[in-house]
């Protein structure tokens, strides 16, 4: 079993920076990435970033690209997702998701945990 919370969401300016961390606890054997993803009231949840539990290969959503990075701490065992000049279409709730393989598939990711809301207004 896997559990995963995700902290460091709140309301932010646009143009201002989060950064969005994930602990992961419990039996890590079928988890070979780590995804975030997002979701808007109404909306279907979308791909955002993930990382290959080594940490040498990550994927990123067109919207984020040059924005957002995504990283590992080795030591510590969290994700994180630094997300640099927020916009208010970046308002949603994020969750972080562990799955076997490096996808932006969410249907990869069978864990993931309560979410994190992120609000980007003036």
């Known amino acids: 079993q896997v559990l995963l919370v995700e902290s460091g969401g709140g309301l932010v300016q646009p143009g201002g920076s989060l950064r969005l961390s994930c602990a992961a606890s419990?039996?890590?054997?079928?988890?070979?990435?780590m995804g975030w993803f997002r979701q808007e009231p109404g909306k279907e949840r979308e791909f955002v970033a993930s990382?290959?539990?080594?940490?040498?290969?990550?994927l990123y959503a067109d919207s984020v690209k040059g924005r957002f990075t995504i990283s590992r701490d080795h030591a510590k065992n969290p994700v994180y997702l630094q997300m640099n000049n927020l916009k208010p279409e970046d308002t949603a709730v994020y969750y972080c998701?562990?799955?076997?393989?490096?996808?932006?598939?969410?249907?990869?990711?069978?864990?993931w945990g309560q979410g994190t809301q992120v609000t980007v207004s003036p």
């Open positions: 998701e562990g799955g076997p393989i490096l996808s932006a598939d969410e249907n990869r990711y069978p864990y």
């Open positions: 990382i290959s539990w080594s940490g040498t290969d990550t």
């Open positions: 419990g039996t890590f054997f079928s988890i070979n990435a």
